[in-house]
């Protein structure tokens, strides 16, 4: 909803008491604290809103991110997406969605500089980073080290404080993809990559990966310049599952540290942060351009899901899949093309063709295509939620820095609709429900 929709008065009559009750629409909503006052005695509490998910209901005023899913329509702070990714770089973006407007050059040159300046990480977090399992799962770690850093940083904990702020965000922005290098060099018995500040943004990031025995590591100029695409392209996505958690965690009042190791942890999960991957098992799968209609019908008759298809806020074209599918074919002329792209480009054909697809609005989505980008780059599957984490962290800042600032914020405390037992007096052992017994109705407590 936008500030343009205009505003009134909602008429209400409660047909269990016959009140009839104003209740005021402002930005095309009404405050759900307004129906509190609907109460059918004295002593009820009052109508609460039921919405699970939060399909219909804003937690927040935001002026960071707007999607108009219906348009195919993704912008921050009013710039089209597809104008940052063609003009801007990650770190501008960056810039952009924390501060609230592009830089001019000597802002940006001082914000680059500040990042850069905190890329390294205190050496005690290589025995964090030690203390994992080899096999640990790279996002599982980032979950761990993001929250260890507020151990490092206790002057964090002013969230009053701009100067603070400022500090944390730069220091998370600068540190993160240092984190990330390290627990994929980890995973693989690889000696760590100190940071090399000479190079960009993504392409540090790609040494800390990649580096091997070469004095000077030289990215792939084809290949930085796509993952600092992708990474404008995650940078922000308003109030998805990990922004809200980041929020949430963050109204308690937090450290910053601790309310991003949350989001990290939300992004953890296969429904947000794990699609890529699962598009590219999917494509595994199939194994061939041959097997697609087949799988199609498969997928028709409710056998699985069509991955990196669909999307709860998007029924149109994912704007950001658009230019993905462009940049994957520019990363393919530097790599070759992978024999997955061919099966990704026919499962796209007819299912835009499809019947079944048109009518439930179904267009392929971020994840379509990045995760033959990343795996086209040698980035491993499980490094596939890591990357997005990355390129979330300014968004995530941002989010957080206008929600602490927010003065009708309150801590995050929703409501509950209890349908359990009434009141009831604890019985001694004895005179219990038997276990195993036809009369006990404990089915999952697993004895
Ligand atoms: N393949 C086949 N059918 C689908 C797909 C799909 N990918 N997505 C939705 N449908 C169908 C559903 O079966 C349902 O059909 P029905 O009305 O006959 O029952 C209808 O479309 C609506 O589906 P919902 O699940 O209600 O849609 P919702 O908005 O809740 O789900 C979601 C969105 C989760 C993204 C879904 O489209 C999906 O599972 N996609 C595949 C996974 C994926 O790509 N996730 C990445 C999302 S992007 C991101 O998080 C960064």
């Not at 203390?131 to 790279?138: L, M, Q, T």
Request: proline share 5%; aromatic share 10%.
């Amino acid at each position: 909803m936008t500030a343009a929709t205009p505003s009134g008065m909602l008429t209400l009559t409660d047909s269990r008491t016959g009140k009839t009750y104003e209740i005021p629409v402002e930005n095309g909503t009404f405050r759900t604290m307004d129906f509190r006052q609907i109460k059918v005695s004295d002593d009820d509490f009052g109508l609460l809103g039921y919405d699970p998910g939060f399909l219909n209901t804003a937690s927040c005023k935001s002026a960071i991110t707007y999607i108009d899913g219906d348009r195919g329509i993704l912008r921050y702070r009013g710039y089209p997406i597809e104008q940052l990714a063609e003009h801007s770089t990650f770190l501008e973006t960056a810039y952009l969605l924390i501060k609230g407007e592009l830089p001019d050059r000597e802002r940006l040159d001082a914000w680059t500089y500040n990042i850069r300046h905190h890329t390294m990480t205190h050496s005690n977090i290589v025995k964090f980073m030690d203390g994992f399992r080899y096999d640990a799962h790279p996002m599982g770690i980032m979950v761990g080290m993001v929250g260890a850093l507020s151990t490092f940083y206790p002057d964090a904990k002013e969230i009053t404080s701009e100067a603070s702020r400022k500090l944390q965000v730069r220091r998370l922005i600068g540190k993160i993809p240092t984190l990330a290098a390290m627990s994929y060099r980890h995973s693989m018995g690889f000696p760590y990559v100190l940071p090399d500040n000479d190079l960009s943004y993504a392409g540090n990031f790609l040494s800390m990966m990649f580096k091997m025995t070469e004095h000077d590591y030289r990215p792939n100029p084809v290949l930085e310049h796509a993952l600092d695409v992708l990474f404008i392209l995650h940078a922000d996505h308003e109030q998805n599952c990990s922004t809200s958690a980041v929020r949430a965690v963050g109204s308690s009042g937090v450290d910053p540290y601790t309310a991003v190791a949350a989001g990290c942890a939300a992004l953890y999960g296969p429904k947000h942060g794990g699609a890529n991957e699962a598009v590219i098992r999917m494509l595994l799968e199939i194994g061939s351009v041959e097997r697609v209609p087949e799988f199609i019908r498969a997928v028709k008759a409710g056998s699985g899901r069509l991955m990196g298809f669909g999307h709860r806020v998007y029924k149109n074209y994912d704007p950001r899949a658009k230019i993905i599918k462009k940049i994957a074919f520019e990363v393919f002329e530097e790599t070759g093309r992978s024999p997955l792209l061919d099966i990704a480009l026919e499962l796209e054909r007819i299912a835009l063709e499809d019947d079944y697809f048109i009518s439930r609005k179904l267009y392929p989505n971020v994840d379509f295509y990045s995760g033959l980008i990343y795996q086209a780059m040698g980035f491993p599957l499980d490094m596939f939620p890591v990357l997005f984490a990355i390129g979330r962290i300014p968004g995530w800042l941002s989010q957080w820095t206008e929600h602490v600032q927010d003065p009708e914020q309150k801590i995050a405390r929703p409501r509950q609709i209890y349908l359990g037992e009434e009141q009831r007096d604890w019985a001694p052992i004895e005179g219990r429900l038997k276990c195993r017994t036809e009369e006990c109705v404990m089915t999952s407590c697993r004895l």
